[in-house]
């Protein structure tokens, strides 16, 4: 996977700038999620995978979780009720080696397996940990407009048996109010490289895969 790197970027805190009003409304696409359909293949108890999805405010509890069960892999299967534009993801965990280190992104591919996870990501991440839902993942928004389903792959975590996430949260907005809410919280699309915004003290860095 590491064959298809165009660079490095890195995870953004950049909580400060903006007020947690306006910022539980960019991070509202959860909203959107049509959690009766929503999937979560490797989970270890039925029905945790929809629990990660929460509001904004909630991000830092931890009675709602979900853990793997065989391994350290899990594969959420996301429906949206509407097609919208992802501009940035979150994934917080446990402060331990249980923490999810690689994410792969899929667009449009209703129902996916594990057996399906072979094929090439729209984008994959390396992860730092980040049990207190800081760090930001921006993605390529050419590759994620009119997304109707959005498919993530952990595929591994930093060395335990299996994987527990808290929070995964989404930036972005319908395709039908696309001139809402645009302005992210480090405005990536006109700063410099977000490889300038580096993650201090966390190890290994936080880099696009492809």
């Not at 929503?38 to 904004?56: I, T």
């Not at 892999?73 to 080696?97: A, Q, R, W």
């Not at 057996?115 to 928004?141: C, H, M, V, W």
Request: proline letters at 5%.
């Amino acid at each position: 996977m590491s064959g298809h790197g165009h660079g490095h970027g890195h995870g953004c805190s950049c909580e400060h700038e903006h007020d947690p009003a306006e910022r539980g409304l960019e991070y509202g696409l959860y909203q959107r999620i049509d959690l009766e359909k929503l999937q979560c293949l490797n989970e270890s108890r039925d029905g945790d995978g929809k629990l990660v999805f929460k509001p904004w405010d909630q991000r830092r509890e931890r009675e709602k979780f979900v853990d793997s069960d065989a391994d350290e892999e899990l594969l959420f299967n996301i429906p949206f009720t509407g097609s919208v534009k992802l501009k940035s993801i979150i994934i917080s965990g446990e402060d331990d080696d249980t923490h999810p280190a690689e994410i792969r992104l899929f667009k449009n591919v209703p129902q996916m397996s594990f057996d399906d996870t072979g094929r090439k990501p729209e984008q994959s991440f390396r992860l730092n940990k980040d049990p207190n839902a800081e760090l930001e993942y921006p993605t390529k928004i050419a590759r994620f407009t009119n997304v109707e389903h959005l498919s993530i792959h952990i595929s591994k975590n930093y060395g335990a048996e299996n994987t527990r996430v808290y929070y995964i949260g989404s930036e972005g907005s319908s395709q039908r109010s696309a001139h809402r809410h645009e302005v992210t919280i480090c405005n990536y699309e006109l700063a410099a490289n977000p490889a300038d915004h580096k993650v201090d003290n966390v190890v290994p860095q936080t880099s696009f895969i492809s």
